[in-house]
């Protein structure tokens, strides 16, 4: 019988959209400083306006990959992990091939100790998964799960 190991980030989905509220901010205060007249705008500026743009464009996309996956993202039984990347399409890892594992923190977020990805890897993969509330105490307990901890 699997039983739930992990589910959604909802906080990595209201940190999106404040960011993406946040990026639309500014680019809304920049164009209406120049009186949305781009050919007024001095090169420099425009070209901060479009990296402005790029992250607001990154960040609706990590938005839509976010709110479509499932909410409940894991799943375990005695045997595997079953990772689901959307509500159709998931990953089997099973335990006696983990050879090893470990949170990864990004570098912007390192400041903060926020975990961005669970990594397992296998003899023949190296799984990244994603998008999951309380990371470390989800790897601790695979651990456990994997490797039989007392």
Known sequence: MKKILAYKSQSEIISSIVLFVLLIISIFLILMNYKFVLSDIAQAIQVILYVILIVTLMTILQLIIIILKPKVIMLHDDEAIYYYKNKKK???????EIQNMYAKVSLWTKPFLVYTAIVIMTEKKTFYLRHMSKMNEIKELIQHIAYHEE
């Open 90 to 96: 998931f990953i089997t890892i099973k335990f006696d």
